[in-house]
């Protein structure tokens, strides 16, 4: 399945992904933004959110089940 992925490296946390998407990204202790549920929206709802990010941290990525 295909999935959106947080880059940790790159996410500056500014949360928008979470207002976007609550049900696919959450922020975690260290105030990076995770995708913890990461097909948990339509993909176009994703989609929204990557395109939104400042950082361009968030991508879709293949999960294997
Ligand atoms: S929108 Fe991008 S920079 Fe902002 S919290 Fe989400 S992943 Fe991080």
Redesign the pocket.
């Known amino acids: 399945m295909q999935g959106a992925y ?1 880059d940790p490296a ?9 207002s976007i998407c609550p049900k696919v ?1 959450e ?1 975690q202790a260290d105030g ?2 995770k995708a913890v549920n990461p097909n948990g929206e339509p993909t176009d709802a994703i989609e929204k ?1 990557i395109a ?7 991508s879709l990525k293949d999960y294997l089940k």
Do not use: Q
């Open positions: 947080v790159k996410c500056i946390g500014c949360t928008l992904c979470v990204f922020m990076k933004s959110a939104s990010c400042p950082a361009t941290a968030i």
